[in-house]
Nanobody
Framework: QVQLVESGGGLVEAGGSLRLSCVAS????????SAWFRQAPGKQREFVAA????????YYPDSVKGRFAISRDNAKNTVYLQMNSLKPEDTAVYYC???????????????????WGQGTQVTVSS
């Protein structure tokens, strides 16, 4: 079993920054792909960023590209999401996910991930 715990959410003004953290414990591998998704009230879970385990390649949708950056620290078993130039439309609960073996092919889909954290609220005021 793998447990994921997110932290770092909060209330920030538009244009501000936050850094989210996701600490993993349990049976994990450096080859696991990790990702961040977000979900606003009444909306589906939305892909935000992914970092591929094999080579640390990163992926973002256009909505956050250039503003968000995903990274990881294998020694701390932690994945980060640095969020800059935040906008009110970034308001959501942010979840980290981890793809455990056998790995799935679709890093931008929630169904690809076997383990999830409890989420952390990010609120951006205008």
């Amino acid at each position: 079993q793998v447990q994921l715990v997110e932290s770092g959410g909060g209330l920030v003004e538009a244009g501000g920054s936050l850094r989210l953290s996701c600490v993993a414990s349990g049976r994990t591998f450096t080859s696991d792909t990790s990702a961040w998704f977000r979900q606003a009230p009444g909306k589906q879970r939305e892909f935000v960023a992914a970092i591929r385990g094999s080579d640390e390649a990163t992926y973002y949708p256009d909505s956050v590209k250039g503003r968000f950056a995903i990274s990881r620290d294998n020694a701390k078993n932690t994945v980060y999401l640095q969020m800059n130039s935040l906008k009110p439309e970034d308001t959501a609960v942010y979840y980290c996910g981890r793809d455990l073996p056998p790995y799935g092919p679709n890093f931008n889909l929630p169904s690809n991930y076997n383990s999830w954290g409890q989420g952390t609220q990010v609120t951006v005021s205008s």
